[in-house]
């Protein structure tokens, strides 16, 4: 399999920070169509609720935590991924 070479640096942050680059916004400011989010905390501060929130306040159209406008409300799958495999 051919991967592309790594990007990162200045070139990441243009790529990134591009603003001739236009992305559909899901939930303003937090996330884009074709993007991806990635929280980070220590095990059990409440990481997989405060998804789950957002997630049903996107799927059902209401402003996440109050203040992320979502333009158009869409289906979510959530696939849990941080249980042992017998949970």
């Known amino acids: 399999m051919n991967l592309p070479d ?9 790529l990134v920070f ?8 899901l ?3 937090l996330l884009s169509e074709h993007s991806s989010l990635m929280l980070s905390a220590d095990p059990g501060t409440g990481k997989s609720y405060l998804m789950l929130q ?4 996107y799927a059902s159209g209401y402003p996440v935590f109050g203040g992320f406008t979502v333009e ?3 289906r979510v799958y ?7 495999i017998h949970e």
């Open 6 to 14: 790594p990007v990162f640096g200045e070139t990441l942050k243009s």
């Open 18 to 25: 591009n603003p001739n680059i236009k992305r559909k916004s």
């Open 27 to 29: 939930i303003e400011g």
């Open 54 to 57: 957002a997630l049903v306040q």
């Open 72 to 74: 158009n409300s869409g």
């Open 78 to 84: 959530i696939i849990q991924k941080d249980r042992a």
